[in-house]
């Protein structure tokens, strides 16, 4: 065997000596660090089931009804004192991408990880009354009542906004009227030209009665609360 | 005339650009005021203890108080706002019907100032009374709203056809009970009390027991 032939053996021996070494000082330390990236996945999901329980029990605390976002169920509900008492699937509108739930979902827990937010303003574009004038002015004088009190709006299309250009659009199968066609024009144009800016706006459907009522409750300041998917 | 119409053209979008910039700030002051009490809520929530042992113990403690709020078995709702009562539990609902409320609206006493708000009340209470053919005995208002001196004999006050065939009591005077104006069903009409149609009635009442939790929203 010649020297030259001997030293390439040799440089080929070290050689794959040298990259099973690498490879075995790889193989020990991979585990390691899925371990420390597990554990602390485990703590972070902990900490976040944590505050979302301590959250609903300090919204349960009270004697007011809140909004829950039930993502992993694809639910939104209303809840008081932890017990739901109104719920409906969350079920896109016609138009809208499937994407659109998990992306509102996303925006809405933010960079921060948030998991409670407050409404800031609704706006109803149309709506139906739910009892005709004529017959409501009837049970009115019957009863001694404010007949402004007694009606009800069911809506046809609204929009509940929670800030930083979060929106839900919700839409009944009723046909209402607007209650001034120029402000309608104007918030229509206005998320228009926004929306490529950041806001995230999802376009849901719902029973009218379902939608009567979400439409009563979501005044300024009613609290959300967001389970999410992850 | 060209320079006309591009001095137009810049001083109309120059007014969109400034009608959405008053926009946004307004909704921004908005954003803030409505933003205090939940950042209250959220600030005040304790943290989870570093150890792993105490956490878990922690985090086992909230949901078990959280647990020992949510009712147990069945429970009545009641929607005011889209006039709706329904049993449920936590996983379905088991009936579901219409009702009427209260109206909101307000009666004054000229005579004595006493006044009168005809709201059902929001919150959680329990049924407890379960009656068969209830008596009304009417309060003052009913005869200050019918223009009608209040009397002085007791007996007066009774009225067997009012409130139907049941009457289940949650508090405070408060009723759920039948009427025999079943076509003001589904409207915010009454004094506080909810009233169902007859067989919506009867199903509540054979279905349900002293203590079971009703929710008002």
Redesign the interface.
Known sequence: MSKIRLKKLSLGVLSVASVMIMMSCRDETAPSTDKSADTSDK?AA??E???L?????????T???YLVFDMPANKIE?R???????EYPITLDDDEDSAAISAFGKAFYGGKGQL??????KYLFEASD??SDSV?AI?ADA????PS??Q?KIPEHFFVDW??GLKLYIRSNVTGTAASPLKNTYMRW?DK?KAPFGETYLHIKLEP??A??LY??AE??Y?TLLIPKH | MRIFRIIMAVLIIAAIIVF?II?SKK??E??II??T??DK??S???K?PED?KA??A??NK??K??KK???VKS?I?I?T????LSL?T?EKVLFKGNCSTG???E?VDSLTGRKWV?NTP???FKVNSKLTDPWWRKPDWAFL?EKEDIPNDENSRYDPEMLGEYAMGFGNGYFIHGTIYER?I????THGCVRLGTDDLKYIFKNINIGT?V?I?
Do not use: C
Request: hydrophobic share 40%.
């Open positions: 703590r902990m900490e089931e944590y505050q329980t301590q959250l609903e029990l300090a919204l349960a605390n004697a007011k009804s209303i008081l004192k932890g017990a739901v008492v109104w409670l937010r407050p409404i800031t303003d739910k009892t409501l049970i009863v001694n009542a404010n009190l007694l009800r800030g930083d206005k030209f009665e379902g009567l009522t009563r409750v300024k300041g609290p | 959405f926009d909704g921004k908005e954003y409505t933003h009490d939940t809520i959220e005040q929530i304790p989870l792993q956490a878990t922690e985090l909230a949901k108080a959280l709020i949510k009712p429970y709702v929607d706002h889209a006039n709706i449920r936590e109206s909101g609206g009666l005809f929001k919150g959680v709203e003001l589904g409207v915010s009409v939790p929710y929203f």
